[in-house]
């Protein structure tokens, strides 16, 4: 079964700098998703970006971007100028493309992030 | 908004009751999805239907059962509730094709959630 991990329960970051968030996963495939998704105190459950298994080059949106890592089975998140706006739990998913799995998310644990003025 | 609608916002029920969850998926989704998120287990697949038929089966618990009807709406049941039921109910709801091909995405769409306290 595939698992997602994410190491780092919470993470602080000051408004404007950078912060990473890392997340690992495990999977035989080699065709899937990855997503990174954003959870607000209003807890719902927002896509922030999404990287496909196939392609090299790392997904970017605005100010995030992710270093995905096939061969290494790490996805992590780039957060520049960081934002009040940013702070947040945020949840690395993994989706398998293709097969009778396809469709379902499978989340890692979260990451808490906040962002201090 | 993400299109999705779910009812209620909140449940308080006591421990050994029956619930309905009602979602509505976005218009023309033909998948939902309904996810746990709770303290213990944090965000969890609990199954998916494909224009009204199960297609996928995560951990869902046997007192737990789910349906998707002709006009696409899903209810998830929950039944003989535990104080460990309490939780964070999502649906979520995708066009989703049977079939996959490279280039192919569905976007799952979130509604905002049942809050459910079992007391």
């Known amino acids: 079964a595939q698992t997602v991990t994410q190491s780092q329960p919470e993470m602080s970051v000051q408004e404007a700098e950078t912060v990473t968030l890392s997340c690992t996963y495990d999977t035989s495939e080699s065709d899937y998703y990855l997503f990174w998704y954003k959870q607000p105190p209003s807890r719902q459950m927002i896509l922030v970006i999404r990287?496909?298994?196939?392609?090299?080059q790392n997904a970017t949106e605005n100010r995030f971007s992710v270093n995905f890592q096939k061969a290494a089975k790490s996805f992590s998140l780039k957060i520049s100028d960081s934002q009040l706006g940013d702070a947040a739990m945020y949840f690395c998913?993994?989706?398998?493309?293709?097969?009778?799995?396809?469709?379902?998310?499978?989340f890692g644990q979260g990451t808490i992030l906040t962002v201090h003025p | 908004d993400s299109g999705v609608t779910q009812t209620p916002k909140h449940l308080i029920t006591a421990t050994g009751q029956r619930v309905t969850l009602r979602c509505s998926p976005r218009?023309?989704?033909?998948?939902v999805y309904w996810y746990q998120q709770s303290l213990d287990q944090g965000l969890q697949f609990l199954i998916q239907y494909y224009n009204g038929e199960e297609r996928a089966k995560g951990n869902i618990l046997e007192r737990f059962s789910a349906q998707q009807f002709p006009d696409l709406h899903s209810e998830l049941n929950l039944s003989s509730l535990e104080l460990g039921d309490s939780a964070l109910y999502f649906c979520a709801s995708s066009a989703n094709e049977l079939f996959w091909d490279r280039g192919d995405y569905n976007e799952q769409f979130f509604g905002p959630g049942t809050r459910l306290t079992v007391l």
């Open positions: 998913a993994y989706q398998e493309a293709g097969g009778t799995s396809y469709g379902k998310l499978t």
């Open positions: 990287q496909e298994a196939y392609k090299q």
């Open positions: 218009s023309g989704d033909l998948s």
